[in-house]
Nanobody, 121 residues
């Protein structure tokens, strides 16, 4: 069984920073791409940033220049550093990972339970 657990969300003032973490655990053989998505009330879930196992990154326009995605392959962790936060960044942030389990070979798409980020004065 594989689990993704996010942490690091909270309430922050506009212009502030937060660092989200995503920990993958369980019978993992390999983690391919990892990503962060977000979903605001009454809006569709959207990609925030993604990173391949080799470290190539992709960002939504909304976060370019403000957000940085990274990962630690040895620890099965992904991170999202968010700076210069705006009220419109308020959402539940979800971690996503494409994982091959130890029994292989199928790649499954896993999601965490989400962590709330609220940007407000």
């Amino acid at each position: 069984q594989v689990q993704l657990v996010e942490s690091g969300g909270g309430l922050v003032q506009p212009g502030g920073s937060l660092r989200l973490s995503c920990a993958a655990s369980g019978s993992i053989l390999r983690i391919n791409a990892m990503g962060w998505y977000r979903q605001a009330p009454e809006k569709q879930r959207e990609l925030v940033a993604a990173i391949t196992s080799g470290g190539s990154t992709n960002y939504a326009d909304s976060g370019k220049g403000r957000f940085t995605i990274s990962r630690d392959n040895a620890k099965n962790m992904a991170y999202l550093q968010m700076n210069s936060l705006k009220p419109e960044d308020t959402a539940v942030y979800y971690c996503n990972a494409e994982i091959t389990e130890e029994q292989g070979p199928v790649i499954y798409d896993y999601w965490g339970q989400g962590t709330q980020v609220t940007v407000s004065s």
